[in-house]
């Protein structure tokens, strides 16, 4: 397939453009600063430019079979602005100008999917997230609400701890409340999901929950 990757340059980014790689896909990254990408590939192709930049973005989606966002936000207290949710919007946008229907993201627990049962996690992380990076939740509310809110062919994964432990090829997901879904997960098992959602259709606009 022919699969765009924002935010490659990223920790689970990275990941995730190595892993499509891997599996024989061609791979479209747009980047910001294109010597932070570290990977070469002659199946990967790289277009410079920022999420700002809505003709960078379309060049970057143009032909795709789909687009995975690794993009999230500045967890410093000190970072203000939406630049981010801007940034999803952008994407969105162009994916329906291009007629690119397929996307597969990042959200947190903190926001809730309509298939989830009360649940704790509903009460405790928006309160600590809210607490402690405010302005990082609320640009994961606006760049999940970008999407949800589109007729895209959506999954978007919720993370709680990524970690930097060694894949393990066990990955747990489903809904708070419905399924025995932990907190922390290797960035790599992280990667293997998302990319995994190109051919499972499990979870088509849905939010699971994902955990080791």
């Given amino acids: 397939m022919r699969v ?28 910001r600063a294109p010597a932070k990408l570290t990977l ?3 199946h990967l192709t790289v277009v410079t430019g920022r999420l700002s930049d809505r003709d960078a973005v379309e060049q970057a989606v143009s032909g795709a079979d789909a687009v995975i966002s690794a993009l999230g936000p ?16 952008t994407i969105v946008q162009a994916m329906e100008a291009q007629k690119v229907d397929r996307f597969i993201g990042l959200a947190t627990p903190s926001l809730a999917d309509p298939q989830d049962k009360p649940h704790w996690k509903h009460k405790v992380l928006p309160v600590m997230a809210g607490l402690m990076f405010p302005n990082a939740l609320a640009e994961l509310k ?54 995994a959602q190109l051919t499972d259709t499990r979870y088509r606009r849905a939010m699971p929950v994902i955990s080791n």
């Fill in 4 to 31: 765009t990757v924002f935010g490659a340059t990223g920790a689970i980014g990275r990941l995730v453009a190595q892993r499509l790689l891997d599996d024989g896909h061609q791979v479209t990254a747009l980047v």
């Fill in 40 to 42: 070469t590939h002659s």
């Fill in 74 to 89: 500045s967890l410093k207290r000190s970072t203000t602005g939406s630049a981010v949710t801007d940034g999803t919007r």
């Fill in 142 to 195: 606006g760049m999940t609400e970008a999407v949800t809110g589109s007729d895209l062919d959506y999954t978007i994964a919720r993370i709680t701890n990524p970690t930097d432990k060694p894949a393990t090829g066990r990955i747990r997901s489903g809904f708070l409340g419905h399924d025995r879904v932990g907190s922390a997960m290797s960035r790599a098992d992280i990667a293997a999901f998302l990319v």
